[in-house]
């Protein structure tokens, strides 16, 4: 059950944590620490029942996420990326989940969304040619989606601009290994991924604006209300979970440290109330972006149980919230590193290893404040954002 899923990966804790550490050598996540998230069914809490899916609600899919970040921060935001693929799949035609899922409802989906590449319209479907970066999970996934742009017919995009999602099996697609050299989400193996001129049947493409919209899922007849919240409300809220994850990891190891820690001059460091305050305060920081970040996802999800739509107004509020949660976490675990102490910096210690994590995670596309809050603010002023807002709500 759903609802199970976090306390498995409870109960996994402590080995991936120690698993984090061969996750970054390695540059992706290790043959173990997929069998584990794949036993707790971290990546099937949004997959649909008809195709192996757990039937679970948002909120568990960000709990498990969370939980999963607190162990390792790389494993979590694959947890949160991939996890949401098969959300969308039940968008798309009956025909795709039995393309993935019909041998082996454990398939994993990569991405990403960024519109790199140039889809031409041909019969049948579309050709795609283009190099997308940030593939997170990509070396554990046998589907990728790809965001690309409408052709026109002559290698250029149609104008006005039309963003589509199309997906890929492995055989089409290839990732290139030496592309990810990083500072952060080390394990993430969010590598390269290219594809040379190949054939996309129309049943494995949609436009963004039918996902953002809900109308994929209306035109699919889906009852199950979750496939009807929309884009920018489900995911990212993986992604921002992942975060709040590697904060409250952060805060536990600081935890741990600081009750042992003798200061130079000889004295426990527990008992410094300096250090304590900033530890109660980034405490209080981490809880409230957790509590807003579901708060959000719940009341979006609590509106399409009840027949309701979400504006965009709605919409923009719940993603303002949600950056702001991600950088009120990572403010929080810069608080905690900074007091911990010149050993905070060793490669053996959690603690940088989170706050790295954290700031590269930070720097994701959603997690961008100034277009989200701008545009939240022109609703709240009574006027209507353009076109160059709106991307991304």
């Not at 590598?191 to 209306?218: C, L, N, T, W």
């Not at 290893?353 to 277009?371: K, M, Q, S, T």
């Amino acid at each position: 059950m759903a609802q199970d899923v976090a306390s498995r990966i409870e109960q996994a804790g402590p080995e991936l944590a120690e698993l984090a550490w061969e996750n970054e050598r390695l540059g992706k996540l290790s043959a173990r620490t997929v069998e584990i998230i794949r036993a707790a069914g971290v990546m099937r809490i949004l997959q649909p029942i008809d195709h192996g899916g757990l039937g679970g609600t948002p909120a568990q899919f960000a709990e498990a996420v969370m939980t999963t970040a607190r162990f390792d921060g790389s494993a979590g935001w694959v947890c949160g990326v991939v996890g949401v693929h098969p959300w969308e799949v039940a968008l798309f035609s009956p025909k795709l989940g039995d393309d993935i899922w019909g041998q082996n409802r454990d398939t994993w989906i990569a991405s990403p969304y960024t519109p790199t590449g140039i889809a031409e319209p041909v019969e049948g479907g579309y050709r795609l040619t283009g190099r997308w970066q940030f593939s997170s999970g990509t070396d554990h996934s046998d589907w990728v989606f790809l965001g690309a742009l409408l052709g026109d017919g002559n290698g250029r995009p149609e104008m006005p601009p039309r963003a589509m999602h199309l997906i890929l099996p492995r055989a089409e697609y290839e990732i290139i290994d030496d592309s990810w050299d990083v500072i952060g989400l080390l394990g993430t193996g969010s590598k390269d991924v290219v594809v040379k001129d190949v054939f996309i049947p129309e049943y494995r493409s949609v436009f963004h604006e039918d996902v953002a919209s809900g109308a994929a899922a209306v035109r699919q007849g889906l009852d199950n209300p979750i496939y009807k919240l929309p884009f920018s409300a489900i995911f990212p809220v993986g992604i921002t979970s992942a975060i709040i994850g590697m904060a409250e990891g952060a805060l536990e190891a600081h935890g741990a440290y600081q009750r042992d820690r003798v200061s130079a001059a000889g004295s426990k460091l527990r008992d410094d109330p300096y250090s304590a305050y900033f530890t109660g305060e980034a405490a209080a920081e981490i809880h409230a972006s957790r509590v807003q970040l579901l708060a959000g996802i719940n009341w979006a999800y609590e509106q399409v149980l009840a027949g309701n739509e979400i504006s965009f107004e709605d919409r923009s509020k719940i993603r303002r919230n949600q950056i702001r949660c991600a950088w009120r976490a990572t403010a929080a675990i810069d608080a905690i590193y900074a007091r911990s102490g010149g050993n905070a910096s060793r490669r053996t210690n959690p603690i940088q290893r989170f706050w790295r994590d954290a700031h590269v995670g930070l720097n994701h596309f959603i997690h961008v404040p100034g277009p989200t809050y701008h545009a939240n603010a022109m609703t709240q002023y009574g006027l209507e954002p353009p076109e160059s807002l709106r991307m991304g709500i």
